[in-house]
């Protein structure tokens, strides 16, 4: 177990060791790519408009091009829970893209640009936690002043909340039965099929997420208050 301290102390260490080994021209083009993302952002009732740009790079014996870049950006909804991130969008992306099914090494997400304009804009709260079930150790790239500046995400949300490992990958073994080969046998049973339990599900699964958007910032700030 890591304390507060050791932690702190391991995301520094991080950040130093990109800052010194990683080609920098390179981050702050992967700004550039968030910043010219931007544009596309759908924001009508905020008018906050940001692009992120997320770099994913895969091993060598990896089927994937090196260093490909997902770009993403908020989206608003007249619903304002259903409001998406720019960040999340772009790790959706990667991931509806087949990023995780691939031999791609255990740290595929190398680091996120997130570009807000003129004003430095962090990752909410929400994101951030999303971002860590995937990649706590990522490299976070923003500019503020001029410059381009480098975290960990470590360092903005150092608390993070994970499953149980047994239990994730319990989870995953359950999911990976239910799908996959769910779909091959469908033609053989289909009684096994409950279309009529969908709908319920939908309901339940909306309001759930409603829930969760509500509560999440406020433990995020509890957290970093910590
Ligand atoms: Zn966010």
């Known amino acids: 177990m890591f304390g507060k301290k050791d932690k702190a102390e391991k995301a520094e260490a991080k950040v130093k060791k ?14 550039y790519a968030a910043e010219d993302a931007r544009k ?8 906050f408009k940001v692009g992120a740009a997320l770099l994913v790079k895969p091993n ?8 490909k870049i997902y770009t993403g950006v908020n989206i608003e909804n007249g619903s304002y829970g259903a409001t998406l991130c720019a960040e999340r969008v772009a790790f959706a992306k990667a991931i509806s893209d087949g990023i ?23 990752p909410c709260g929400i994101c951030r936690q999303f971002m860590s079930e995937f990649a706590p150790e990522i490299t976070i790239v923003t500019k503020a002043d001029g ?22 990958e319990a989870v995953a073994a359950v999911e990976s039965s239910c799908s996959a080969p769910a779909a091959e046998e469908a033609a053989e049973e289909p009684a096994e099929m409950p279309a ?5 599900l939908v309901v339940e ?11 999440a910032p406020e433990k995020v700030e509890e957290k970093l208050e910590e």
Do not use: C, H, W
Request: proline share 5%.
């Open 18 to 31: 990109v800052q010194k080994t990683a080609n920098m021209k390179k981050l702050e083009d992967l700004y």
């Open 40 to 47: 596309n952002a759908y924001a009508p009732y905020s008018d």
């Open 60 to 67: 060598e014996d990896s089927v994937l091009p090196v260093n």
């Open 100 to 122: 995780l099914g691939y031999d791609i090494g255990e740290n595929p997400f190398v680091a996120i640009a997130v570009s807000a304009g003129e004003e430095e804009a962090l």
């Open 147 to 168: 410059q381009i500046r480098i975290r960990n995400l470590m360092q903005l949300l150092p608390e993070s909340f994970q499953l149980n490992k047994e239990e994730k």
């Open 196 to 200: 009529a339990a969908e709908p319920e």
């Open 205 to 215: 699964t909306a309001e759930t997420v409603l829930e969760e958007t509500d509560d």
